[in-house]
């Protein structure tokens, strides 16, 4: 038994600097692939190194070491907290811990002052239940959802100040510096993020959000366009088909981007206007589209299930007679929503998704009247189930994709989208009008349309005076 344990250590051993090697490729490759999914990580990494370092600088050169003391530190805990990924995330914080500081810090030594009227037996209770109370109080406000959203740390900063001030402050009598130098400090550390973020590659959380929607709007429309071709493949088609299927997939990051975008839309926020977003931006808009995006999502996890059983429960009757309206239907639904997504990118209103859902709202109509017709009679109800349950379901979607749109123009008008005029040719030309009648369709752009009397050549992007693109649909 000794001989084979050792043997069995020996191997161990031997093995023991592969495993190593093979464990710090495996780091390497990790971290390889974290930097490549986004460089931003590397550059916000060397930002959080840059600003410790500059404050750090109060600590180890006398002059500022000698006017603030032991009280630097602060200013390096400051950053170490308060910087962010983002602007806006970092703006939130540093506002919130500097302000909070300020009312805490003034409170406390109000308290301090009041309580040490009461004489020395009177002071700690009077401290203790100053404490007691604002702590409880500021605890239970952080329990109200648009307060704990938006202002947590700083009620967490707040109750912190508060209480190291009133309760130092009886043992310790020079109260007001020693407020003065924490506010300072953290006044110090606070600066150094925000300028850092803001002057060096900066990084708005109001663009990823808006980049984010639009990403999954495009997701969303990638999916519907290729559904039709999929769902009604042959069996022998279906094996060739399956080499490619990510765009089928790309929904799926879309079920979980719920919390992304609230807190995205949170940051945002807190940031100055930059670029095409201003102080006053409508997040909350934003907020209305991405959870019609999310809703809509759901439907189509629901068709991608019936995508995987569409060969053993849909009979070649059954697939001959829906196909053509479903196939239509899905079709003009991805094109509308890719279009609606281009624009959203761009920031520019323009009609290019309606003619795709006045075309599946076309299809719809032709798909419901052919469900509710006698030509079922024939054929056994279970095998009419799986078509009437996707038939439903795309229904559902296109319903979904209206409003949708009707979500996208409204927030068009309020963040004040560029408007782009689009010239049609005849034969397009009926389709927007019927759009433009349309009643249930409100938010139509239909001024900036121009009808042309024959088809012009498609030319580029052109900037007239008034600063509105031109270009042929």
Known sequence: MGSASNEKM?????????????????????????????????????????????????????????????????????????????????????????????????????????????????????????????????????????????????LLIFILTFSLISVSGFRDDEVLELAHKRLSTIFIGGSACVIVTILVFPVWAGEDLHNLIASNIEKLGDFLEGFGSEYFRTLEDTAESKDDKAFLLGYKSVLNSKSSEESLANFARWEPGHGRFSFRHPWTQYLKVGALVWQCAYRIEALHGRLITADTQLSPVIRNRIEESCTKLSLETGKAL???????????????????????????????????????????????????????????????????????????????????????????????????????????????????????PVLPVNIGKTGQQVLDV
Not at 72 to 99: H, P, Q
Not at 377 to 403: H, M, N, Q, R, W
């Open 10 to 154: 020996g191997s161990l051993l031997a093995g023991l600097p592969a495993r190593f090697t093979a464990k710090v490729c495996e780091i390497a490759s990790r971290t390889k692939k974290l930097g490549q999914d986004d460089p931003r990580r590397i550059t916000h990494s060397l930002k959080v190194g840059f600003a410790i370092t500059l404050v750090s600088l109060f600590y180890y050169y006398q002059p500022l070491y000698d006017s603030f003391g032991a009280s630097a530190m602060w200013a390096v805990m400051t950053v170490i907290v308060v910087f962010e990924f983002s602007v806006g995330a970092t703006l939130g914080k540093g506002l919130n811990r500097g302000l909070a500081t300020l009312v805490a810090g003034a409170l406390g030594i109000g308290t301090h002052h009041l309580a040490s009227l009461s004489g020395h037996i009177g002071e700690p209770i009077l401290l203790g239940v100053f404490v007691f109370l604002q702590a409880a109080t500021s605890t239970f406000i952080r329990f109200f959802p648009k307060i704990k959203a938006q202002y947590d740390y700083g």
């Open 338 to 456: 890719k279009a609606l997504a281009s624009d959203f990118r761009t920031m520019t209103k323009s009609p290019s998704a309606d003619p795709h859902i006045a075309n599946a709202k076309a299809a719809a109509k032709s798909l419901k009247s052919l469900l509710k017709s006698g030509l079922w009679e024939d054929i056994d109800f279970l095998e009419v189930v799986p078509a009437a349950t996707v038939g439903s379901l795309l229904l559902d979607v296109v319903s979904c994709t209206e409003k949708i749109v009707e979500s996208v123009y409204e927030l068009g008008s309020l963040a004040n989208f560029e408007t782009v005029e689009a010239t049609v040719s005849p034969e397009k030309s009926h389709e927007l009008e019927n759009i433009c009648s349309d009643k249930q369709n409100p938010k139509m752009d239909c001024p900036h349309v121009k009808i042309a009397d024959e088809s012009p």
